[in-house]
């Protein structure tokens, strides 16, 4: 299935909107981080209160999930990213007062009303588009792209808004974006949870959990790159890790051009492959991080859209959301750990210690999809 056809299935505002209504999240940790630093003048506050902020985001995306079944994707949108854009107001005034516990409070609130647009999008284009088909996976890939060219396009927005208004400027324009373009974004959203389908099918836990564990394990790469590029060249760090980006985004919209025939349970394989070479190169090409994560980019976004299909093709209608909310929630716990992990891997046998790491998650990723294709060619 064509891009073309994508476009033909939705308004003409929908995909072009959709860009512009997920770049608050992508705003989101560094505009804040460097609110809390201009506040306070405190980076040990600043990174404690940004991780404050990434568990609370992490947990009500997991929320999100019921919610948006229970109540529909599209008042779930438009309520939240109408909270978000008062959160970020309260946020920034208190960070005009220099009141830690305040914008501790306001941390907290700008992280738990995230509007989660790359989640209830997935959910809109399934009810619109049907599940398990051929245009629903050109979809996937689509919003795939669109999410990792989100966290090329958000921190260089955040970046010059700071440099313009010191502090206040990234939340301010946030605030900007979630009321023009996430809110009438998520008024486009098909509903189809209200009508109480529901109670039919259950979620299996068992099936969900290899999932679950492959979208940790690729959060924690996520985080062992940003740790270990960091590290690398911080004032160049921004640059680089964008370009993990950039090679992501491209092979995501390759993804979409897949033969129908190649199908989800043979893909989480092959992609795991692939995605364990891909990590493999930031080894030996350590000594030019640019090129060596542009390269392993390329791997992840297959990978990461093919969790989502198989997501899509295991969970019962109703439960949808629900699953596709615990897929999400892996992925923010995989950064945290992977971060954590390669610091002290940096601090200790050194930087090419922490260029190591991304691999060794890879190989672990390989194993679970192994696994759990081991496990149900037995049942």
């Known amino acids: 299935m064509s891009y073309r056809a994508l476009a033909r299935s939705v308004p003409v505002t929908f ?16 505009g804040s981080l460097l609110l809390f630093q201009h506040a306070t003048g405190s980076h040990s506050f600043a990174g404690l209160a940004a991780g404050v902020q990434s568990i609370a985001i992490a947990g009500a995306g997991f929320a999100a999930g019921g919610l948006a079944a229970r109540f529909g994707a599209r008042r779930l949108g438009m309520t939240l990213a109408m909270l978000n854009a008062l959160a970020a107001a309260l946020l920034i005034a208190a960070s005009m007062t220099a009141s830690r516990p305040a914008m501790l409070g306001g941390a907290v609130l700008v992280g738990l009303t995230q509007p989660h647009v790359g989640l209830l999008v997935r959910v809109h284009w399934s009810h619109q588009l049907g599940r398990g088909t051929a245009l629903l996976r050109t979809a996937f890939a689509y919003e795939s792209a669109v999410d990792e060219l989100s966290f090329v396009i958000g921190p260089a927005v955040a970046g010059f808004l700071a440099a313009g208004w010191p502090g206040t400027g990234p939340l301010a324009g946030m605030a900007f974006l979630l009321l023009g373009a996430s809110v009438p974004f998520a008024a486009m959203y098909t509903d189809a949870a209200p009508k109480r389908q529901a109670a039919a099918g259950r979620l299996s836990r068992w099936r969900m959990a290899p999932l679950v564990a492959s979208m940790v394990v690729l959060g924690a790469i996520f985080g062992s790159i ?10 160049d760090a921004g640059f680089r890790y964008a370009c993990l980006g950039v090679g992501s985004a491209l092979s995501g919209i390759a993804y979409g051009w897949l033969p129908q025939s190649f199908h989800a349970e043979a893909r989480y394989i092959v992609f795991s492959v692939i995605l364990l070479l891909g990590m493999a190169v930031l080894v030996p090409l350590s000594p030019w991080p640019p090129a060596g994560v542009l390269v392993a980019g390329f791997s992840i976004a297959p990978y990461m859209i ?74």
Not at 18 to 28: D, E, H, Q, S
Not at 226 to 235: E, M, N, V, Y
Request: glycine share 12%.
């Open 226 to 235: 940003q740790a270990a590029t960091t590290a690398d060249a911080a004032g």
């Open 15 to 30: 995909l072009a909107l959709g860009v512009f209504a997920r770049l608050p999240y992508a705003i989101t940790p560094l």
């Open 306 to 379: 093919t969790l989502y299909a198989l997501t899509d093709v295991l969970a019962p209608p109703a439960r949808l959301p629900v699953a596709l909310a615990a897929l999400g929630a892996g992925g923010p716990v995989g950064t945290a750990i992977g971060q954590a992990v390669t610091g002290v891997l940096i601090d200790g046998p050194g930087l090419r210690a922490g260029w190591v790491v991304p691999a060794g998650c890879a190989g672990v990723a390989l194993l679970i999809a192994l696994v759990d294709r081991l496990a149900r060619a037995r049942i």
